[in-house]
């Protein structure tokens, strides 16, 4: 990943680099990847997250069409 520093104005590149690196996911990352995670755990997780996103998602297509 590439940012470019623009008139020596490092807090501003640094700022720029935080928020790409979040949208990419990368922080998350390497949150996961401090400690090994049985496959188990790992397989209860991902099925946790998929129905926090489901729910989310109904959530929000309750409140836009209304049932």
Known sequence: MEVIVRDN???QASR???KRMQREGIY???KLRRH???PSERRAREKSEATR???KLMRK???????
């Open 28 to 30: 998350r990352e390497m």
């Open 53 to 55: 996103r489901h729910r």
């Open 61 to 67: 297509r309750f409140d836009r069409e209304g049932y």
């Open 16 to 18: 720029v680099l935080k």
């Open 36 to 38: 090994f995670e049985k």
């Open 9 to 11: 104005n490092v807090d």
